[in-house]
């Protein structure tokens, strides 16, 4: 849920809940207010009616259109003074109201008369009705008004909110800047740009520090490789070397080619992401993929690998060096990881490359399956940086690259927009 | 035949020029430079093998020095950098080849002949060794005059063990020449004793003495019986 949506929904229920009891309150009140004067006009009449009697030790003469209802009847005893209300027919309006009446007794001679005047309780209805309908538009006027004033003063204020959230949505660590926030003016938003800005700037120096290690790393462990690989090539052109020093030599010579080999993949990577293969051309994919079978003609021969492609001509606008280092990774991927006399199969159309090969066991890890140094057995000989640099070049590229395991074969596919 | 080795690592400046020197070229060596700046005006070679990052300069600009004076000297440039960059700005610049470090001995014994080759036999696109002839323009191969009919790879695997006559050169050598080395591409070398059984045989048949000899199970050598 939206913040604005959050905060309308809390906003509004709170609103109408005070609207409701408040328009309850004034009802209270005000019919309270009326009730009260109803009660003194009728002890007015009380008053006056009980100085006509001291006077004229009689009753009064009622007028039949007076407002006030007034009954008696004589009775044995004096009844103590109340005020109820009480419905009764209203000759006037020929309908039933409600009416505030007032009980007293008054003596005239010997006998005592209980009297009960009565004032109809205009009004009350017509009160319930206005307030209702007072409280009711003011609720709406209040509720439009407040959606529309939070709409445009929240969405202003939270706009630089907003801002930073989509710039922390670009921010990629491999592209190395810190995205520049616009000043907020608010000064909790200040100190969430702040603060971001401060963990992106560590972030990016930490991963340039990081990067920078490796790079260097690999550079400066590219010429003692060479000089050890160029003694154990001066080494083996020694004659009469033992058999077991022929052994030794040969191991050795091994390792060291394998320990190139990745240094050379950790070297490649850098460079990748450091961007310097920047030129791009289209590049007729048919062609690079024709080359490469010829090329890799031997390997899958010498492993009784069948090989199928089916390509339809198709360009990819990239870097055409990277291009041709991931076709050479994903076909040596495909030929390393099937057995002898499985099968690869290619499958080229207009924005889709699809290389699949005989799985020798079940799927890959997806999720960690283009991570750095990802081997599916310990002992592999293979340094497990071909799929990432398959995976780093694909992202520079702007090309995805899926993996799936279907029916025992694992399944590659590339895709570009055409 | 005078080589120049420019190169700042004395021990890897030490395995090139005793590689070499198996093939009887006079290598001379310099450090840095300085040393190196001087020996090319004095002197010409026909490979100078020149490292990039050296002390107090580039070898690039010493590769800008060499043709300033107009010189025809083949360089192939070794570098431990291995950007592209670099390729590009050195071949630009003249350079004949290059190959980034960390290479194989044989891979650079080959440049190096390829090299000499271009600049020495202009227009003489033959390299003859015992009984062999071997057509660099048309890839081909004679032996005492009659054709011995070769595949692609056969023939540039026979010009590379000529290239490193007298010396071991490793499979793993010769993957990396014939291949590149771009990729992890095989969990083992099988595929290239196929290649290699079937260039002996066919010079077998052609009546060849037996050229090519593996040696302890890691490598190839080519020499010819005496």
């Given at each position: 849920?939206?913040?604005?949506?959050?905060?309308?929904?809390?906003?509004?229920?709170?609103?109408?809940?005070?609207?409701?009891?408040?328009?309850?309150?004034?009802?209270?009140?005000?019919?309270?207010?009326?009730?009260?004067?109803?009660?003194?006009?009728?002890?007015?009449?009380?008053?006056?009616?009980?100085?006509?009697?001291?006077?004229?030790?009689?009753?009064?003469?009622?007028?039949?259109?007076?407002?006030?209802?007034?009954?008696?009847?004589?009775?044995?005893?004096?009844?103590?003074?109340?005020?109820?209300?009480?419905?009764?027919?209203?000759?006037?309006?020929?309908?039933?109201?409600?009416?505030?009446?007032?009980?007293?007794?008054?003596?005239?001679?010997?006998?005592?008369?209980?009297?009960?005047?009565?004032?109809?309780?205009?009004?009350?209805?017509?009160?319930?009705?206005?307030?209702?309908?007072?409280?009711?538009?003011?609720?709406?006027?209040?509720?439009?008004?407040?959606?529309?004033?939070?709409?445009?003063?929240?969405?202003?204020?939270?706009?630089?909110?907003?801002?930073?959230?989509?710039?922390?949505?670009?921010?990629?660590?491999?592209?190395?800047?810190?995205?520049?926030?616009?000043?907020?003016?608010?000064?909790?938003?200040?100190?969430?740009?702040?603060?971001?800005?401060?963990?992106?700037?560590?972030?990016?120096?930490?991963?340039?520090?990081?990067?920078?290690?490796?790079?260097?790393?690999?550079?400066?462990?590219?010429?003692?490789?060479?000089?050890?690989?160029?003694?154990?090539?001066?080494?083996?052109?020694?004659?009469?070397?033992?058999?077991?020093?022929?052994?030794?030599?040969?191991?050795?010579?091994?390792?060291?080619?394998?320990?190139?080999?990745?240094n050379q993949s950790l070297l490649l990577l850098t460079k990748i992401e450091n961007r310097q293969f920047a030129a791009v051309q289209a590049i007729d994919l048919e062609a690079a993929l024709k080359e490469k079978l010829v090329q890799f003609e031997d390997f899958w021969n010498a492993k009784g690998i069948t090989v199928t492609a089916d390509l339809t001509a198709t360009a990819l606008k990239a870097n055409t060096e990277l291009v041709d280092i991931l076709l050479n990774n994903m076909l040596a991927n495909a030929?390393?990881?099937?057995?002898?006399?499985?099968?690869?199969?290619?499958?080229?159309?207009?924005?889709?490359?699809?290389?699949?090969?005989?799985?020798?066991?079940?799927?890959?890890?997806?999720?960690?399956?283009?991570?750095?140094?990802?081997?599916?057995?310990?002992?592999?000989?293979?340094?497990?940086?071909?799929?990432?640099?398959?995976?780093?070049?694909?992202?520079?590229?702007?090309?995805?690259?899926?993996?799936?395991?279907?029916?025992?074969?694992?399944?590659?596919?590339?895709?570009?927009?055409? | 035949m005078k080589l120049l080795i420019i190169e700042d690592e004395k021990d890897l400046s030490d395995s090139i020029r005793q590689y070499l020197a198996l093939e009887q070229y006079t290598c001379e060596v310099a450090y840095e430079f300085e040393s190196a700046l001087d020996k090319i005006c004095l002197n010409e070679y026909a490979c100078i093998i020149l490292d990039i990052t050296l002390p107090n300069g580039s070898g690039l600009e010493i590769l800008k020095e060499l043709k300033r004076q107009g010189k025809e000297d083949g360089v192939l440039i070794v570098s431990a950098r291995n950007s592209p960059d670099d390729k590009i700005v050195g071949l630009n610049l003249g350079a004949d080849d290059y190959l980034s470090k960390p290479f194989h001995l044989p891979e650079l014994g080959a440049r190096v002949a390829a090299i000499i080759r271009r600049k020495s036999f202009s227009g003489q696109n033959q390299i003859v060794i015992d009984h062999l002839t071997l057509d660099i323009r048309d890839k081909t191969l004679k032996n005492n005059e009659e054709a011995v009919p070769l595949t692609r790879k056969e023939y540039e695997l026979l010009l590379y063990f000529v290239s490193n006559k007298n010396r071991v050169v490793t499979k793993e050598a010769i993957v990396t020449h014939l291949w590149g080395d771009d990729v992890d591409m095989a969990d083992n070398y099988d595929f290239i004793y196929s290649h290699i059984k079937n260039l002996r045989r066919k010079l077998a048949e052609a009546g060849c003495p037996e050229y090519i000899k593996a040696v302890y199970g890691m490598g190839y050598k080519f020499s010819i019986p005496s």
């Open positions: 849920m939206k913040l604005f949506t959050k905060y309308n929904r809390i906003n509004l229920s709170v609103m109408a809940v005070v609207f409701v009891l408040s328009g309850i309150a004034y009802y209270l009140l005000i019919s309270n207010l009326f009730i009260h004067e109803l009660d003194e006009s009728l002890n007015d009449y009380k008053d006056k009616l009980h100085v006509f009697i001291k006077q004229h030790n009689e009753l009064p003469r009622f007028e039949f259109f007076e407002d006030i209802v007034v009954t008696y009847e004589p009775v044995n005893v004096a009844l103590k003074k109340k005020f109820v209300l009480v419905s009764r027919f209203n000759a006037e309006e020929q309908k039933e109201s409600t009416y505030r009446q007032l009980t007293f007794t008054e003596k005239i001679g010997d006998t005592y008369y209980a009297f009960n005047i009565a004032k109809p309780v205009e009004g009350t209805k017509t009160l319930t009705k206005t307030i209702a309908a007072t409280t009711l538009v003011l609720l709406l006027a209040i509720v439009s008004g407040s959606v529309v004033l939070n709409r445009i003063i929240l969405k202003k204020l939270w706009k630089p909110f907003y801002t930073t959230l989509e710039e922390l949505g670009h921010f990629k660590l491999s592209r190395g800047y810190v995205p520049v926030f616009a000043t907020a003016g608010i000064e909790e938003f200040s100190f969430l740009n702040r603060t971001l800005s401060g963990v992106m700037r560590e972030a990016n120096n930490d991963y340039r520090i990081l990067k920078e290690f490796t790079e260097n790393a690999a550079h400066e462990l590219q010429t003692p490789l060479a000089i050890i690989r160029s003694k154990l090539d001066l080494v083996i052109q020694e004659e009469g070397l033992t058999d077991s020093q022929g052994l030794a030599l040969k191991s050795a010579y091994t390792s060291i080619n394998r320990l190139a080999k990745l030929a390393l990881h099937t057995q002898q006399g499985g099968s690869v199969m290619i499958r080229l159309c207009p924005g889709m490359l699809r290389i699949s090969n005989t799985a020798v066991s079940g799927s890959l890890d997806n999720t960690r399956l283009f991570h750095r140094f990802y081997k599916k057995a310990a002992h592999s000989q293979s340094n497990g940086l071909g799929l990432s640099i398959i995976k780093q070049i694909c992202d520079v590229q702007g090309i995805g690259i899926t993996y799936r395991f279907e029916s025992g074969f694992h399944h590659f596919d590339l895709q570009w927009p055409v | -």
